[in-house]
């Protein structure tokens, strides 16, 4: 009875410091709005430039449920998720095309590192002339960068699967088909996800900067040019801070997928 009870008490310990541990993140939020409103209430900074972020999160909810920040949301999600779809499409098979013979990602190897090397912003008047300040060429930019990483890293998957994998396939008379869909397509799952999961926040990153300077009705990345434009501080930040939280949530979601899909990485 005694070591049963004993028992019990270890699993409601465990329990607990589990929940606890669940709420460790949480601690990094607090200690920036605590920060955030010391700095505001402090004198430091004007008031008028930084308003307290209760102001900020009242400001957002407002914005959101009663004003037209849903809509701006909506469409930079729309354009995120256009540019990144088109990327994977395309980025995707390229890349595991290019990482089953290595001589032919070496002959374009440069190519993919100088592209990926280069600041997306700066060529954005390069898009512009090729295709307008349409929202089809904000999609495009967006997904150009995307592209980049996620051929880089499907094919960086493929070129370093676990030979021994290769090896005991082919021993138990495996064929060149076989080899590559069962073998290194899913021995480059762990890293395709990882460009996948970049590739949508270079989306969001490059869309936002993209509604920014090149112009668009509606967006989050307007919203807060337009924002800073009229000192309009609190929506500026409000929108900041939602773009913030779709990235996260965004990166979260893409967790969740890779764990079901790949639960055996690192096995």
């Given at each position: 009875?005694?070591?049963?009870?004993?028992?019990?008490?270890?699993?409601q310990?465990?329990?607990?410091?589990?929940h606890?541990?669940?709420?460790?993140?949480?601690?990094?939020?607090?200690?920036?709005?605590?920060?955030?409103?010391?700095?505001?209430?402090?004198?430091?900074?004007?008031?008028?430039?930084?308003?307290t972020?209760?102001?900020?999160?009242?400001?957002?909810?407002?914005?959101?449920?009663?004003?037209?920040?849903?809509?701006?949301?909506?469409?930079?999600?729309?354009?995120?998720?256009?540019?990144?779809?088109?990327?994977?499409?395309?980025?995707?098979?390229?890349?595991?095309?290019?990482?089953s013979?290595?001589?032919?990602y070496?002959?374009?190897?440069?190519?993919?590192?100088?592209f990926?090397?280069?600041?997306?912003?700066?060529?954005?008047?390069m898009?512009?002339?090729?295709?307008?300040?349409?929202?089809?060429?904000?999609?495009?930019?967006?997904?150009?960068?995307?592209?980049?990483?996620?051929?880089?890293?499907?094919?960086?998957?493929?070129?370093?699967?676990?030979?021994?994998?290769?090896?005991?396939a082919?021993?138990?008379?495996?064929?060149?088909?076989?080899?590559?869909?069962?073998?290194?397509?899913?021995?480059?799952?762990?890293?395709?996800?990882?460009?996948?999961?970049s590739?949508?926040?270079?989306?969001?990153?490059i869309?936002?900067?993209?509604?920014?300077?090149?112009?668009?009705?509606?967006?989050?990345?307007?919203?807060?040019?337009?924002?800073?434009?009229?000192?309009?501080?609190?929506?500026?930040?409000?929108?900041?801070?939602?773009?913030?939280?779709?990235?996260?949530?965004?990166n979260?979601?893409?967790?969740?997928?890779?764990?079901?899909?790949?639960?055996?990485?690192?096995?």
């Amino acid at each position: 009875m005694t070591a049963t009870y004993g028992s019990k008490r270890r699993v409601q310990t465990a329990l607990r410091f589990r929940h606890i541990d669940q709420l460790l993140p949480l601690v990094g939020v607090l200690a920036l709005f605590i920060i955030w409103w010391l700095i505001s209430v402090s004198g430091w900074v004007n008031p008028v430039l930084l308003p307290t972020p209760w102001t900020t999160i009242a400001t957002l909810f407002q914005a959101m449920f009663t004003g037209n920040m849903a809509i701006d949301f909506g469409a930079t999600v729309l354009r995120t998720f256009s540019a990144f779809l088109l990327a994977a499409l395309v980025g995707v098979p390229l890349g595991v095309a290019l990482g089953s013979s290595e001589k032919l990602y070496r002959s374009v190897e440069f190519l993919i590192d100088f592209f990926r090397s280069t600041p997306a912003s700066a060529l954005i008047p390069m898009f512009i002339l090729f295709f307008g300040v349409s929202d089809f060429s904000k999609v495009v930019i967006a997904a150009f960068s995307a592209l980049l990483l996620i051929v880089f890293n499907s094919a960086y998957g493929v070129i370093n699967a676990k030979q021994s994998r290769i090896l005991a396939a082919k021993v138990m008379g495996a064929n060149r088909w076989r080899v590559f869909t069962d073998v290194l397509l899913m021995e480059s799952l762990p890293q395709t996800f990882i460009g996948l999961r970049s590739g949508i926040s270079i989306s969001l990153v490059i869309v936002i900067v993209a509604e920014m300077f090149i112009g668009t009705e509606q967006g989050l990345g307007k919203r807060i040019i337009d924002a800073q434009q009229v000192l309009n501080v609190q929506d500026m930040y409000a929108s900041i801070l939602v773009t913030g939280l779709l990235g996260y949530f965004l990166n979260v979601l893409f967790l969740l997928v890779e764990k079901r899909v790949i639960h055996w990485s690192g096995k």
